[in-house]
């Protein structure tokens, strides 16, 4: 069961962590993503980790604001959103695909998700 925990509310310029955890992957192997969907807008690939080698990657929106990390000890993945804008609000989901290479912000890569959690982000 993956499961996201954090977020919530901040205002405009304000920070945000969210983390996430499974119960029965250990997410070990797998290739960790965090996405988000607002409504009205298409669901979008945020930012990623490789299992391989630990790389990330990050949407244009967010690169330069957000930080995701994974702790492979505690077997968590998280994400860091500093200077948040009201387009950040969207429910934010965690997702593990078990691939190698690089990771990808491609919904389809992915074969395990969370249910999500609300970021709100008042202007």
């Known amino acids: 069961q993956v499961a996201e925990s954090g977020g919530v509310m901040a205002q405009s310029g304000g920070s945000l962590g969210l983390s996430c955890t499974d119960s029965v992957l250990s997410f070990t192997g797998y290739t960790l993503a965090w996405f988000r969907h607002a409504p009205g807008k298409e669901r979008e690939g945020v930012s990623c980790?490789?299992?391989?080698?630990?790389?990330?990657d990050y949407s244009d929106d967010v690169r330069d604001r957000f930080t995701i990390s994974r702790d492979y000890t505690k077997n968590t993945l998280n994400l860091r959103m500093n200077r948040l804008k009201p387009d950040d609000t969207a429910a934010y989901y965690c997702?593990?695909?078990?691939?190698?290479?690089?990771?990808?912000?491609?919904?389809?890569?992915?074969?395990?998700w969370g249910q999500g959690t609300q970021v709100t982000v008042s202007s």
């Open positions: 997702a593990a695909g078990y691939f190698g290479g690089a990771c990808s912000l491609h919904a389809a890569m992915y074969d395990y």
């Open positions: 980790v490789a299992w391989s080698d630990g790389l990330t």
